[in-house]
């Protein structure tokens, strides 16, 4: 099942280990993460980017994921990291740059 997703701001989400990420996503997928967070699945969420433009390399990154992976409903019983190939990390690197994130 495909998902059909807009991506539109950058989060940095902790996972319970005290390591971080960067993910491109979107307000309902950072409620998910929010509540992951409340279930324990992941220790924080929070946003450092609203509104990013929808660039090429954002297009791109979005057709990656909503070929590849489903949004997660409310019952999730635990919190899917999206995996990345090296093309989509350089594609997340090119975002945090366009976006001046870094």
Known sequence: MKSNEVLTLIEEITRNDGTKYVE??????NGRAELAAERGFIKEVR?????IP??????KYEKYINENFVMPDENMDHFEEWTKTDEMKNEI???????HIG
């Open 54 to 59: 929808h660039s090429a390399h954002v297009a």
């Open 24 to 29: 491109i996503s979107n307000m309902v997928q």
């Open 93 to 99: 690197a090119v975002i945090l740059k366009e976006n």
């Open 47 to 51: 946003i450092l980017q609203l509104n």
